[in-house]
């Protein structure tokens, strides 16, 4: 596609349910990166996904969080029994190369709210 | 740990000033740094990136200044515009295996009419 498509945009959910986030990349491109920015903050960094490799999963803050790469293209990142503390904007990133030039594309992100 | 961080959280300029937005970072292995300017409601989008053997680039109305001596970075906006009003983030990254980029919390620039 013609960039980083997020669905939903917004989602509510109540304390202690699943919720499922996904991330279509641009086309080809073989990284893909997940972070989370809460309300007035910079990005944190949750996982990254490159080609067949291993993910680096070593921002995922609980074992609630888990992230998958289905085919090296859509990636679903999933937030189990969630927690008010989970409420923010979920980004995902994708970029062409190994070492990026032109930075990552990233899409509007899915504001996740946990009441 | 590594960390990146900007040195004021706002800056407010009058527009058609030039504005001057700085940034720290504390790993001296990181070769690649980027500017990124985030709008309400939308992700991050690339302004300018510079690698570590450069000191200057250029954009179109931006020009990037890295001084790997104190480990600092700066976006220069010449005649700032109201559309220039957002919240700017620096990033590095070092461009080795598993590398990931790292963001500073975020200045926002506010344009004055």
């Known amino acids: 596609g013609a960039g980083v498509s997020q669905s939903p945009s917004n989602k509510v959910t109540e304390k202690g349910k699943d919720v499922e986030l996904r991330c279509d990349p641009i086309?080809?491109?073989?990284?893909l990166y997940w972070y989370r920015q809460s309300l007035g903050q910079g990005l944190e960094f949750l996982i990254y996904?490159?080609?067949?490799?291993?993910?680096?999963k070593s921002g995922l803050p609980s074992d609630r969080f888990s992230a998958e790469r289905t085919g090296g293209s859509v990636s679903t990142l999933t937030i189990q029994r969630t927690q008010q503390e989970d409420s923010a904007v979920y980004l995902c990133?994708?970029?062409?190369?190994?070492?990026?030039?032109?930075?990552?594309?990233f899409g509007s992100g899915t504001r996740l709210t946990v009441v | 740990g590594e960390s990146v961080g900007l040195h004021l959280p706002t800056l407010s300029v009058q527009e058609g000033d030039n504005s001057i937005i700085n940034c720290a970072y504390s790993?001296?292995?990181?070769?690649?740094f980027i500017w990124y300017k985030q709008e309400s409601g939308k992700g991050p989008q690339f302004i300018i990136d510079?690698?570590?053997?450069?000191d200057k680039r250029q954009g179109q109305r931006v020009t990037v200044l890295l001084n790997k001596t104190v480990k600092h970075l700066s976006l220069q906006i010449a005649a700032t515009q109201p559309g220039d009003s957002a919240v700017y983030f620096c990033?590095?990254?070092?461009?080795?295996?598993?590398?990931?980029?790292?963001f500073g919390k975020g200045i926002t620039l506010s344009v004055r009419p």
């Open positions: 990033a590095e990254i070092f461009t080795g295996a598993n590398s990931k980029l790292t």
């Open positions: 086309s080809g491109h073989t990284a």
């Open positions: 790993n001296s292995a990181s070769d690649y």
């Open positions: 510079i690698r570590s053997n450069m």
């Open positions: 990133a994708s970029s062409s190369q190994w070492r990026p030039s032109g930075g990552y594309t």
């Open positions: 996904f490159q080609g067949n490799s291993a993910p680096d």
